[in-house]
C-alpha cells in the first residue's frame, strides 16, 4: 500500500498546518502569562494552560524561592488521594530527582518504570504516564508535574518539548511577581496612622491592623463610649490603652476592670462602690473602679459577664453620668469615658435577654473589631520574633532569632488563642532553645511532639503544610463569602471553572448559594 498518494500529502498538509496552529496557540498564552500582576492567578493560568496543551488529566506547578523562605504551589484535577502521592514524591520520588538534577523526567507508566515501580505510593494510587520538568535554569525555581493522560500511552516528544519551554518562559513571569510579594510583605501598612496614633503595645504591618489603628485614631479624640469586640487574646487591652492614651483624658486614670473575674455578687461593689454595712464585706466606705477613673478611662472588659443589674446601673451612668453606691440612696457624679471589650456575640446575647439592648446601643457608638492572628497571618513573624526578644530579655538570656522554618510554621500554624497563646509558645520555645544551647529558635521548639507521638510519627513537609495552608485560606475564604462560588473566586482573583478545580482538588464540599446558579 502506497503512502506517496495525494491523499495521504493532502493529509499531511493538514496536519502540520493544525501543529502550526498548535504552536501559534501555545506561544500567545504563554505571551498573555506575562500580563499576569498576581502570583497565585499566574500560577493557576500557567498550570490550565499546560495542562489543556498536553493533555494531562494532572496537574502540580510549585515554585520554592528557598527552602526555608517561601512556596506556593497549585493543583489542578487532582483528588487528595492524587495529592498524597504527590507529596510524596516531592520529598523522594520522581519531583525530588527533577528538582537534584534540574532535568525532565518521564516515564509512559511509572507503575512498569523500574525506577519508581517499588513506590507505595505508585503502586497505591497506580500511576501511569508521568511527565515532570524544571521551572528556570539551574538551581530550578521549582517544577511542574503532570500525570496521566487523556489519551492512550505516554506523553510525546511535542509534549516534553513545550512543558520544558513553558518552565523556561514561567521562571522570570514568577520571580517579578515573587518580588513584589517580597516588597508587599516589607511594607507597613500602619507607617501613616502611627505617625499620629501612639500605640507601641500594638505590634504589626498588615492592612487588617491599619484598619483598627485608623479606627482608633479617630475614636480616641472624640469623649465617646467605645466597643471592642474580638476573640480572645487578639490585644483588646492594649488597643484600649492606646485609645486612652492618645484622647484628651489621657493624662487621667486608666483603671481596668475584668467583670468575668469578679463574684456576681460583689460585682456592683466593685464597680460603683459601697456604703460602710452594705454588705459582710463593706467594714468602711469602699470607692468602686467608678470613682477611681475621674477624669479618666474606665475600661471594662468581658462586658458581656455583667449581671443584669449591674447593666441597669451601668446604663444609668453612661446616661446621665450619675450613680449609686451600693447601699446609698446619694447619686454621685461621675467625668469617667467608658471603654469596654468583649469576645462574646453581645446581639445574641440581647435576643436571648441576657444582656440590655439599650445598654448594648449606648456602648457601640463606635464599634472596633480585633482581628484574629488568622486574619493578620503576615504579622505573626514580626509579633512572634518580639515575643522571643522580650522573653529573652526579661530572663536575662542571650539574644536569639527564630529560624526562617520556624517563622513559617508560627505564621502558618493555627492560634486559637491568638497573640496571647503565640507569646506563651515562644516563651516556652526561647526556654527549650537554652536548654538545648541552640543559636536560634528551631520549629521544634515551638511544636513539640508529646513524647507519645514521637515514634512513628509520619514528618509532615513543607509542601504539606503550605498544603493545608492553602485548603484552610479557600475553605476561610468561601465561609466569609457564604459559600458564594463566583463571588469568592472574584475575591480571590481567579476564574470562577478554576474554583471548582481547587474546590475537588481540596475536597471541600460545593454549597449553592442564591446567588450561585
Not at 446581639?347 to 439592648?357: I, L, S, T
Not at 520574633?385 to 530579655?393: G, I, L, S
Not at 516556652?428 to 521548639?445: F, M, N, Q, Y
Not at 498544603?467 to 479557600?474: S, T, V, W
Request: net charge neutral.
Amino acid at each position: 500500500m502506497t503512502t506517496s498518494g495525494p491523499q495521504y500529502q493532502h493529509t499531511q498538509a493538514g496536519d502540520d498546518i493544525d501543529r502550526a496552529r498548535r504552536e501559534r496557540d501555545f506561544y500567545r498564552r504563554l505571551l498573555d502569562l506575562g500580563a499576569q500582576q498576581e502570583l497565585e492567578p499566574l500560577l493557576e493560568e500557567a498550570l490550565g494552560m499546560i495542562v489543556g496543551f498536553t493533555g494531562a488529566q494532572r496537574g502540580y506547578l510549585c515554585l520554592q524561592e528557598d527552602e526555608e523562605i517561601e512556596h506556593w504551589a497549585t493543583a489542578y484535577g487532582c483528588s487528595e488521594e492524587d495529592l498524597d502521592a504527590i507529596r510524596e514524591s516531592i520529598s523522594r520520588g520522581i519531583i525530588a530527582e527533577a528538582i537534584a538534577q534540574n532535568k525532565t523526567i518521564e516515564t509512559n507508566s511509572a507503575l512498569h518504570d523500574p525506577r519508581f515501580q517499588n513506590r507505595m505510593s505508585v503502586r497505591v494510587h497506580k500511576i501511569e504516564a508521568v511527565l515532570c520538568a524544571p521551572v528556570g535554569a539551574a538551581p530550578p525555581l521549582g517544577v511542574v508535574y503532570l500525570q496521566g493522560r487523556r489519551k492512550k500511552g505516554g506523553f510525546t516528544a511535542e509534549d516534553r518539548d513545550r512543558t520544558e519551554f513553558f518552565g523556561k518562559i514561567l521562571a522570570p513571569l514568577a520571580d517579578r511577581l515573587i518580588e513584589r510579594l517580597r516588597r508587599s510583605k516589607d511594607e507597613d501598612h500602619t507607617a501613616k496612622v502611627r505617625e499620629e496614633f501612639r500605640c507601641g503595645g500594638l505590634l504589626g504591618r498588615s492592612r487588617t491592623l491599619a484598619e483598627v489603628l485608623k479606627n482608633a485614631f479617630l475614636a480616641a479624640p472624640l469623649d465617646i463610649n467605645v466597643l471592642i469586640t474580638g476573640p480572645s487574646g487578639t490585644g483588646k487591652t492594649a488597643l484600649a490603652r492606646a485609645i486612652a492614651h492618645n484622647s484628651p483624658r489621657a493624662s487621667g486614670p486608666f483603671i481596668e476592670l475584668n467583670c468575668s473575674a469578679i463574684p456576681q455578687n460583689l460585682m456592683e461593689s466593685e464597680l460603683f462602690g459601697a456604703e460602710k454595712g452594705a454588705h459582710s464585706m463593706a467594714f468602711g466606705d469602699i470607692p468602686g473602679k467608678v470613682a477611681a477613673a475621674e477624669g479618666g478611662t474606665l475600661f471594662l472588659d468581658e462586658v458581656g459577664e455583667l449581671p443584669l443589674d449591674a447593666q441597669a446601673k451601668l446604663l444609668q451612668l453612661l446616661q446621665d453620668r450619675r450613680y449609686y453606691p451600693l447601699g446609698s440612696n446619694r447619686a454621685l457624679r461621675a467625668d469617667v469615658r467608658i471603654v469596654a471589650a468583649t469576645n462574646a456575640d453581645l446581639k445574641d446575647m440581647v435576643k436571648r435577654r441576657q444582656f440590655r439592648e439599650d445598654l448594648f446601643h449606648r456602648l457601640q457608638i463606635l464599634p472596633i473589631r480585633m482581628p484574629s492572628l488568622s486574619e493578620r497571618r503576615s504579622d505573626i513573624p514580626l509579633l512572634a520574633q518580639h515575643f522571643c526578644n522580650k522573653t529573652c530579655q526579661e530572663h536575662g538570656l542571650g539574644a536569639l532569632r527564630l529560624s526562617h522554618r520556624a517563622q513559617f510554621m508560627c505564621r502558618e500554624a493555627s492560634w486559637p488563642g491568638n497573640v496571647r497563646e503565640l507569646a506563651n509558645a515562644i516563651a516556652a520555645a526561647v526556654i527549650r532553645t537554652h536548654g538545648e544551647g541552640c543559636e536560634s529558635v528551631l520549629p521544634r521548639h515551638i511544636f513539640p511532639e508529646p513524647e507519645d507521638e514521637k515514634e512513628g510519627r509520619r514528618r509532615i513537609s513543607f509542601q504539606e503544610e503550605t498544603r493545608r495552608f492553602q485548603r484552610r485560606l479557600l475553605q476561610d475564604a468561601l465561609e466569609e463569602g457564604q459559600w458564594n462560588i463566583s463571588k469568592t473566586a472574584q475575591r480571590l482573583g481567579i476564574a470562577r471553572s478554576h474554583m471548582y478545580n481547587l474546590m475537588a482538588a481540596h475536597g471541600l464540599d460545593r454549597r449553592k448559594s442564591e446567588d450561585d446558579g
